[in-house]
């Protein structure tokens, strides 16, 4: 069964930049897309970003187009998302899942990590 960790979280200033990674263990990563989802106090999850089993396709959500970078490493069995300019509104526990669904990002997401808190503030 596989099993997602991620990590990466933290408090950054307006304008900063932090890496977030998802580690997996239990499978081979390589055998789903992966999305990045977060979710702030009082509202709804959304899926941020999600990249395809091999990698060679993302999509990003209008929030975070231009700023946030979706990326694996299939021989690492982990993936990353690269997040800069953040912004106070980016503040939210962000969970990576899993999905087998597609071979370009998945309808529906089977497993899911822990979640990190992100924390934008001054």
């Known amino acids: 069964q596989l099993q997602l960790v991620e990590s990466g979280g933290g408090l950054v200033q307006p304008g900063g930049s932090l890496r977030l990674s998802c580690a997996a263990s239990?499978?081979?990563?390589?055998?789903?897309?992966i999305g990045w989802f977060r979710q702030a106090p009082g509202k709804e999850r959304e899926r941020i970003s999600c990249?395809?089993?091999?990698?060679?396709?993302?999509t990003y959500a209008d929030s975070v187009k231009g700023r946030f970078t979706i990326s694996r490493n299939n021989a690492r069995n982990t993936a990353y998302l690269q997040m800069s300019s953040l912004k106070p509104d980016d503040s939210a526990v962000y969970y990576c899942?899993?999905?087998?669904?597609?071979?370009?990002?998945?309808?529906?997401?089977?497993?899911w990590g822990q979640g990190t808190q992100v924390t934008v503030s001054s």
């Open positions: 899942a899993a999905g087998s669904d597609s071979t370009l990002c998945a309808a529906r997401y089977d497993y």
């Open positions: 239990g499978s081979t990563l390589d055998h789903y897309s």
């Open positions: 990249i395809s089993r091999s990698g060679t396709f993302t």
